[in-house]
């Protein structure tokens, strides 16, 4: 699996890439590295491509409750995912889009303004360059337990199915880079590739512990590990609906490379935070901090 680098590590190629420390908690807070995604311009196709559009102001339902009050800022189509990426260590806009391949830049940037307005979060401008990056205030950060418990609900009563409108690589991938176990890891560097099939897609996971990187295009280095998968077998590993053990025995899910890198893979391959009973101990109050 090992060749020569193509290139120095200086002349990189251009790559949609993103670099945080990961979390081994629900929804943990991620610290970005030094090396920052570019701002306000994802570079995802689905994120390019067309995408909702805003129709209409936040709902307003006339009631003194303060569920109906809640909700006009909670519910609104798009915001408890954009609270989902906030919780997670996403900060800037293109990170943000990337893990919501499927919203439009226009109502991005008014769901975000609104979530401002009602003084959810915070805009600060970027140290350097153009743009802002978002951030959660004390009354964002108590949505946290909510949305982890909105996640479990949904994860518990909301199917174990995955229609193929739901399955993208790109957002899984998005997933299994935060969840990555880095401690599990002890080289300097390990590269990943993940090899999707129907359509062919690559993707790479260059992880230097604490960081994690994903990349989109071959950045020249060796490959310890190579994964070829379908998405919705991938998926439903992550999702813990699936043992990877069955992928494997299935054929849905090979792996390739180094003799001391594949037995490795199941231990730094973090599954989703609902996965293996993490949904049950969320709705008991077990997992709550």
């Not at 970005?32 to 570019?38: G, N």
């Amino acid at each position: 699996m090992r060749r020569p680098s193509r290139r120095r590590r200086g002349a990189r190629a251009r790559i949609e890439s993103a670099y945080f420390r990961t979390s081994l908690v629900p929804f943990g807070r991620l610290e970005q590295s030094t090396c920052d995604a570019r701002a306000e311009r994802p570079k995802n196709e689905l994120a390019r491509s067309g995408g909702e559009t805003l129709t209409g102001h936040m709902s307003h339902y006339a009631q003194f409750c303060p569920v109906s009050r809640g909700a006009e800022i909670f519910a609104e189509r798009w915001t408890p995912l954009i609270l989902r990426e906030l919780l997670n260590g996403s900060h800037r806009f293109s990170e943000i889009q990337l893990g919501l391949p499927r919203i439009s830049r226009n109502l991005l940037t008014q769901r975000l303004s609104a979530l401002a307005s009602s003084g959810v979060i915070e805009r600060r401008p970027l140290d350097r360059g153009r743009g802002y990056s978002y951030h959660l205030t004390p009354a964002g950060e108590e949505l946290r337990p909510v949305v982890e418990g909105l996640g479990a609900w949904g994860y518990r009563w909301g199917g174990a199915d995955l229609p193929s409108a739901q399955l993208d690589p790109v957002l899984l991938m998005w997933f299994i880079r935060r969840r990555v176990q880095v401690k599990a890891l002890h080289r300097a560097r390990t590269v990943v590739r993940f090899d999707f099939r129907r359509p062919r897609r690559s993707f790479w996971l260059r992880i230097e512990p604490p960081v994690v990187d994903l990349c989109f295009t071959d950045e020249g280095f060796d490959v310890e590990l190579a994964v070829d998968a379908d998405v919705a077998s991938l998926t439903a590993v992550w999702l813990g609906r699936q043992r990877l053990a069955e992928a494997i025995a299935a054929g849905s899910i090979r792996l390739e490379g180094d003799e001391d890198a594949r037995p490795l893979f199941g231990r730094w391959f973090g599954l989703s935070p609902f996965a293996d009973g993490g949904a049950e101990r969320i709705l008991t109050g077990a997992g709550r901090r």
